[in-house]
């Protein structure tokens, strides 16, 4: 059915021009319908836009939550690793400190011991390099856990450095064995008996009978018994091919296979065996070379026993 159409009559009052404006019903009413319902088609598209910017902000909160959740988590651990760090190193300050003198000792040691003493990966060895880029909270977080554990790792050699570094320490002969005297050094002498060339391999210390007779360094008993010439010999090995013996006792206070500590009392002072007198014989030997045990004293001149 063709459209209505109307006539709009349009007359000026002073001119009496008359204007006349045709419209069909159907475009009209569709003019009007588009210039009201724009707007509100407008506003229904802000609506959904805002509702699913809302609804992206909360998914966008909620990953953060997870990730600040994450980060929290990864933070505690590293700082866990911190402490621990802190702790070891402190173990490490407590356990490097050793004596000077008794250092000296060390550094004196033929270098056949130290290497058997200090053998494996050393902690000299320079870290790996690591430098990935910091581009994300996550590669930042990643590289500081890979650092940290390889401090750690790097703390674990020198811990065990250190430890390795300790056991040579307790296990160099670096004490006087007895109180007494120096009556005759290591090297070329005459005889006491027979007045010929010899040469002595320890050093005599005089003393009277029954004084005591010290461990020199931490080791075990590997002999206590008489042993011709040595007389009443206690023979005590300290690992990595260091042995040390005392002659000539008038008694034991070990027993064979005993574990010693520096400083335990083995036997007492006597003249068994080959002696003009009363003293203890004091040998040195490493991997069965003999010492001169002077160069390992912590001081030559007194006896570490007082």
Same mark, same amino acid.
């Given at each position: 059915m063709p459209s209505k159409r109307y006539t709009i009559v349009v007359a000026e009052r002073g001119t009496g021009v008359v204007r006349r404006f045709t419209i069909s019903l159907r475009p009209a009413l569709s003019a009007v319908l588009m210039v009201v319902g724009l707007p509100m088609l407008i506003g229904m598209g802000a609506a959904w836009k805002a509702k699913a910017d809302v609804a992206?902000?909360?998914v966008a909160a909620s990953t953060l939550e997870l990730e600040n959740a994450?980060?929290?988590?990864?933070t505690e651990a590293l700082a866990g690793q911190i402490m621990a760090l802190q702790?070891?190193?402190?173990?490490? /300050?407590a356990q490097a400190a050793l004596d000077p003198s008794l250092q000296n000792s060390m550094d004196r040691l033929p270098s056949v011991v130290k290497n058997r003493a200090m053998g494996g990966p050393s902690a000299g060895a320079a870290l790996t390099s690591m430098t990935p880029g910091l581009t994300s909270p996550e590669n930042t977080f990643g590289l500081l856990k890979d650092l940290l554990q390889g401090l750690e790792s790097r703390l674990l050699l020198v811990r065990s450095d250190v430890d390795k570094r300790n056991l040579l320490a307790a296990?160099?002969?670096s004490i006087w064995p007895t109180h007494g005297w120096l009556s005759s050094g290591m090297g070329n002498r005459s005889d006491p008996l027979t007045g010929e060339k010899d040469f002595h391999p320890g050093l005599d210390i005089s003393a009277d009978k029954g004084d005591p007779v010290y461990a020199t360094a931490d080791g075990k008993v590997t002999n206590a018994s008489p042993a011709g010439n040595y007389g009443n010999l206690v023979t005590i090995d300290h690992g990595? /091919?260091?042995?040390?013996?005392? /002659?000539?006792l008038s008694a034991f206070k070990i027993t064979l296979g005993q574990d010693v500590k520096r400083g335990d009392l083995l036997g007492l002072?006597?003249?068994?065996?080959?002696t003009t007198g009363s003293h203890l014989h004091y040998e040195v030997r490493a991997n069965g070379r003999i010492l001169n045990p002077l160069q390992l004293l912590l001081n030559p001149r007194r006896s570490a026993a007082n």
């Open positions: 992206h902000l909360f994450n980060y929290r988590a990864a702790t070891t190193m402190s173990d490490l /300050g296990a160099t002969p990595y /091919g260091l042995e040390t013996r005392y /002659g000539h002072v006597g003249s068994t065996g080959r």
